[in-house]
């Protein structure tokens, strides 16, 4: 009998397909808004927001993972007319991952996929006047990032995304027009294999 070859990665190098991976990162979230109708006459925009994020992926080939990526973050919303109050954003992200160097310590990847965003807990106004946020939204997303291993199960993680996403607002039920974020995400952090 031959015995079967293997051509996965050996323990503690790499990683291999049937690895579940989890990462914690501090992500900086920076909007490239932009608005039309109202919104862009009164020049809305979205601030910056620092959060913690949590992502899994399964690793369904040696080089092909998919991820799930969770998160929410609140943003304050500022315009010449002043400040117009506060929304939180969830926007689950789901990418399929092109891993290089799966058998190596040092693994860059790419990543594209669907992400999903729900506008909720919004106490927007202008002077007296609620405005109200209605609508989620699906958008591409598109990823770039590294693991670095550091011990057999755990590795640091940089990673880069661009996500697009926009909303449609109202004032006293008319419509004001849509706010697109589409915001870059710079994270860092810490992952572990299993």
């Given at each position: 009998?031959?015995?079967?070859?293997s051509?996965?990665?050996?323990?503690?190098?790499?990683?291999?397909?049937?690895?579940?991976?989890?990462?914690?990162?501090?992500?900086?979230i920076?909007?490239?808004?932009?608005?039309?109708?109202?919104?862009?006459?009164?020049?809305?925009?979205?601030?910056?927001?620092?959060?913690?994020?949590?992502?899994?992926?399964?690793?369904?080939r040696?080089?092909?993972?998919?991820?799930?990526?969770?998160?929410?973050?609140?943003?304050?919303?500022?315009?010449?007319?002043?400040?117009?109050?506060?929304?939180?954003?969830?926007?689950?992200?789901?990418?399929?991952?092109?891993?290089?160097?799966?058998?190596?310590k040092?693994?860059?990847?790419?990543?594209?996929?669907?992400?999903?965003?729900y506008?909720?807990?919004?106490?927007?106004?202008?002077?007296?006047?609620?405005?109200?946020?209605?609508?989620?939204?699906f958008?591409?997303?598109?990823?770039?990032?590294?693991?670095?291993?550091?011990?057999?199960?755990?590795?640091?993680?940089?990673?880069?995304?661009?996500?697009w996403?926009?909303?449609?607002?109202?004032l006293?039920?008319?419509?004001?027009?849509?706010?697109?974020?589409?915001?870059?995400?710079v994270?860092?952090?810490?992952?572990?294999?299993?």
């Amino acid at each position: 009998m031959i015995p079967s070859v293997s051509h996965a990665a050996s323990p503690g190098e790499g990683i291999a397909a049937g690895d579940f991976l989890a990462r914690l990162r501090a992500i900086e979230i920076a909007p490239a808004d932009r608005g039309s109708g109202t919104l862009s006459a009164i020049q809305a925009g979205v601030n910056n927001a620092v959060v913690p994020e949590l992502d899994f992926t399964y690793m369904i080939r040696d080089y092909l993972g998919v991820e799930l990526i969770l998160g929410t973050s609140r943003h304050q919303v500022n315009s010449n007319l002043g400040h117009l109050g506060g929304v939180n954003v969830l926007p689950p992200t789901l990418l399929l991952q092109y891993h290089f160097n799966h058998a190596g310590k040092v693994r860059p990847y790419i990543g594209a996929g669907l992400n999903y965003t729900y506008f909720y807990n919004d106490g927007l106004h202008v002077g007296n006047d609620g405005v109200a946020v209605h609508k989620s939204s699906f958008g591409p997303a598109l990823q770039f990032g590294v693991d670095v291993q550091v011990t057999k199960r755990f590795f640091v993680n940089v990673d880069l995304k661009k996500i697009w996403m926009h909303t449609d607002a109202t004032l006293n039920g008319q419509p004001i027009g849509r706010l697109h974020l589409d915001p870059i995400i710079v994270g860092l952090g810490v992952g572990m294999k299993f």
